[in-house]
């Protein structure tokens, strides 16, 4: 792990999330730019005191000229997002699959170098935006990819906090003041934040992808250097039309993401803060409340419950999810056996680099008096 | 009543709502264009034989003919909107005070027109936004007045039917013939019907003036004449953004408006379809739940109560607080009491107004590239 | 109308509802045995001078003799419990269809004596059992009457207020010193006020009456003369069994009734604060949501909505669904014409029966220390 | 770890809530009865081959022959009810801690010895009641505590669950088979099963005992041996009351566990399906949700949280809370270090002893024709 140390948040995530099925163990890790928090936090995991790294580099080079078997499988990178790519590139070039934060990179030209490295390596990247991992995420996937709801018309995806609605950045909040700052964050604040998210939600679920878009951005809170507030009219590929909203200055709310998505038959509507719950909308007969643990699910959202109905998972389960996914599919390939793929996914390179472009084209958009920008990759 | 006959569906509303609080009573009527069906209508009602009237020019002449406190006290026109104007203005010339369907008319001139008869005849108008008749709506303008969630920063409001997702403008839907054509309904179609509901909400729990948009208009539905489908980016005068969503093709929805609102030390949030309840979200301390007939509500909000909490009062109820409203107001005029309007409002000809430029300038920027269109009226 | 003048709480709602459909008119009253308040309260509600009686049986007695046509055609009894019988009867004497306000009398004789005078006479007596109006209340005795649940196992109702909280009878609260006071509520408190309530839901939305309870009744605040909590233990006659609560110390709770009804197939539950929404829970496949106002609904359902769906209807109309199944009953019988009675309902004479039954038993079994008590009649 | 092995269900459960925080390690097993299947288990869970017993005996008595530091340091039991006493018994000879799935034993005596081994060994169990784990359980707890709802008055735990509605045991279900089975479960069904997580949660969060109850249990399902649906009246010791209802014939719901407790100012309400929202509710002003994650909340409930408010956590988290709340009891013992044990608490051997005589008075109260049964322990 390249990142993650006592003072950040979402590698104690990742750790909990990696380690929930019994498929990962932390073997080793730089956990910060700091030497001391590096050592001390490696020592608090019960780390072996000479595989706590205290640069990524070091921890890359010396795992990999440990002998097969012994040395880590992948590495998952957690610092802030400009420290992505270079450790992301380096595990690559020695050999290692990787998993990344999102968004993937600083800018889309790194992203796409990674996917270069990709492609000539073979090896494995995964995103982890964790909120594909829900299982009802994943119904509601198979309920349009299946035609259930007819074709899709409307695709509405709203994700609002409230933790920016102060100029936490300048009061001691660490998480605050990387994702404010463009050295560290990249072109855009909330909307690389969360809106990607948000994007990767609305594409994932309905299997088309944004074409053009129209997007304003704003700093609500003064002194900010980045956006903490965005909306954005989406076109997609198949004709639908929608809405995306990314904000930080929701004041009262928590981490509230929502899509809703209409077809010609019916709509469904899922919550992340009740995320074993999928509504479906019906035009002449009663909604239905599709439920997390049911035998009625299709196989990919049953493999992606681990109890039955009832017993609510929640966030960490989803992000164990795309790290279960992600190691299943290690295992198969490390050890070259048959694969049933269809109920294993995982955000991936191409996801990341979307992702980035997403950024690129709603600053591009919010720049431009044109209404409509197109999202190209 | 001018329109409002057996065939239609709002005409009945208004007689339940004007009648639910013993201050209004049908005296005549002119309730269809088709004779018989006007003569049928008005004797189901138990309206006097000579009272029944065939055309609205002929009620509102014989009606101005009878004696002061034997004529009718206002006119109520439920007509389609391209019917609204002649008898509204008719019944001004004749001094009869006025109550009209949402949107107002059919053109921002028509409207102005009225304006400037009220202004020259004293005369009052309501307009039937019903949705600002809620006790909860009527309570989150006071907060956001009251300035108890600080300065507003963001206003979502969505407004979501499904009713439309099929052309049923062709198959017997009388309803969905008229909204659809544009002869009848006016420039737009659910921007008129609904876009014009969730944007007088907007403005009025904001207390905030639109200043500039970007819109979208779909025609999701092929073989419709006029949009059943849009979404809108707002600027309003205080630097506040937002979104206003309305669409009559989100397959499986019923009548759901719901409108977003935060500031700088929390939220709210309402929706139509539970409108005795207001989430009130704050930055540090757990949420609240206001409840309608509760005592700690405002004045305002307490006066469109008719019973205790727990006892859930609707869209019926909302109705019916327009028309008291605009009774009570009406009565303090005629016997020229006193009147506490702090605690009495409804919507009026500026409202109205307001309404027909928003549809203009919705219109207006959907047909063109430039990012930002002023909402000017 | 008996009572209901300008102190009084229920009088007001009986009126609107009433009121709502344009099938009744108030023509008449005796508001108050207060002479001044009755008086007063008659003009304010513009009734005419020589029709603003004192007394309720110089009411009956005076237009018993006006000629048919002129005379009133029913009587509404909106007194405290106590003072329901004596113009109940003297109404059925006279000639004249009663509408009650529950719990129909102060004891079972009384009841039973009235349901001697309905059989000689053929006269009709509705029971204000609100909340059996509520249109999906009849949908769900329509979902178990056609079997759609199976066999029934379990039936939960619960009815919780907090307004009792605090000894509020002492504090000058009007609606808390009678409903407190045995002399003029009865034996019971809260089980007769809303348990009998809780019980006529269950019976009604079952189809099966309750044949042993196990009751215990607490007197929670101190200084109360009757009881404000209970909790009751049932057995119903095909077997099934059951809970009934119903308090009104439950701090915090505004009008709380729901019930939930397990059968073998699948359960269903409602809550009277959403009334519009039932859900229908089932073994093997998504839970369903059941909404007012959509073409799916049974006949009877239909029939009690007066709005599309999406425009919530609530405790007000499902009062004046009372009294206009009472109305169209009455008109039919009055006009001798067909009548479609499998769409209409009101609570009857039998329903007022079991309910002074239920507080009876209910009060015996909390004395007893045998668990079961026989709940006859 | 005694049980869970391949074929079962709640063994997965504890390991996947043991590892979650990186305190505790599967080191060793007796996974299964049956020796392949304990075997393969140990197998795929990466066991060491010399660790993989097939006998708890076996397991316990080799790991006690091991040097400290290499042995186990507690013992897990997840067998079926039965077969909990003996293993627990000779773990505590052999100085191991225990951690046991509830109900602790199949009889009131086996749990008192288990006290007695307890108290005369000094060693430490841990009771799995889940629920307990829930952080905003833990907030209800702490709310009733600092007398901020005022004396509790009602008491109402709901625990419904709909998968034994048909008779699953003689359909291959093992789940359904061992716990409808008088002789692995002991002398009570689904009031053994979930009826004792209601009472320990209803005490829990209370601070109350339960010092009498009158049931009604039932055998709904015709054909299986012991009770599958059950409702009791409770007292408690300051004189409140309440009712238990414990269900699993309650044909589509899954594991809906509620509690609704009224004070004199207040009260609150918790949904096990929505783990992370607490509502509070009051007596004169507006209802508070409470959530998970939040600074707001007390000590003890943020300590039971693991992510900021918004990223739900749920059963496994709770199910993980009693884990680490025991290890870090155990770490604190094992290395005599001072402990905050203000904010870590589990269910212990009392907990398990009261839940034995819950079920022996629930039974005896079921058999007898009194009212009231003195739940004495």
């Known amino acids: ?102 968004p993937i990179t600083v800018s889309l030209e ?11 390596t073979g090896l494995t990247l995964c995103l982890t935006h964790t909120y594909s991992g829900y299982p009802m995420v994943k119904e509601a996937r198979e309920l349009i990819k299946n035609n259930v709801l007819g074709k899709v018309r409307k695709i509405y995806v709203e994700y609002r906090q409230g933790w920016l609605s102060k100029l936490s950045e300048r009061e001691g909040n660490a998480q605050a003041a990387w994702r404010t700052d463009p050295k560290k964050s990249g072109k855009a604040g909330g909307m690389g934040d969360i809106g990607t998210h948000a994007a990767h939600l609305a594409e994932y679920i309905s299997g088309l992808k944004i074409t053009e878009l129209c997007a304003q951005l704003n700093i609500v809170v003064e002194g900010r250097a980045l956006d903490d507030d965005g909306s954005v009219l989406l076109k997609f590929e ?6 995306l909203v990314a904000t930080q200055v929701a004041a009262g709310e928590e981490n509230n993401l929502l899509i809703k998505v209409y077809g010609e038959k019916g709509g469904l509507e899922w919550h992340q803060h009740e995320p074993n719950t999928l509504l479906v909308k019906w035009l002449d007969k009663p909604a239905e ?3 997390a643990g049911q035998a009625y699910l299709s196989p990919i959202a049953k493999n992606n419950c681990r109890t039955p109905g009832g017993h609510p998972e929640g966030y ?62």
Chains 1, 2, 3, 4 share one sequence.
């Open 110 to 120: 790194e992203a796409k170098k990674l996917k270069e490295k990709l492609d000539e």
């Open 1 to 102: 792990m390249v990142g993650g140390g006592k003072d950040a948040f979402i590698g104690a995530i990742h750790r909990i999330a990696a380690n929930a099925d019994g498929l990962i163990e932390l073997v080793c890790g730089a956990l910060s730019i700091n030497k001391d928090i590096a050592i001390d936090s490696g020592r608090s995991l019960f780390l072996p005191e000479d595989r706590i790294y205290t640069t990524y580099d070091e921890m890359i080079e010396k795992e990999s000229r440990l002998p097969e078997g012994e040395r880590m499988d992948f590495v998952t990178i957690v610092t802030p997002n400009f420290a992505h790519f270079a450790p992301a590139m380096l595990a690559l070039e020695k050999g290692f699959h990787v998993v990344v934060e999102k």
């Open 316 to 377: 960490l389960e989803a992000f164990a999810n795309i790290y279960k996914s992600f190691a299943q599919t290690l295992l198969a390939k490390i050890n070259n056996t048959p694969f049933q793929n269809d109920v294993v996914d995982f955000p991936s390179i191409e996801d990341g680099i979307r992702g980035m472009a997403f950024i690129d084209n709603v600053v591009k958009s919010n720049e431009s008096n044109e209404k409509w920008t197109p999202h190209t990759v």
């Open 289 to 291: 409340i599709y439920r």
């Open 238 to 243: 198949n004709g639908a039309s929608g809405v």
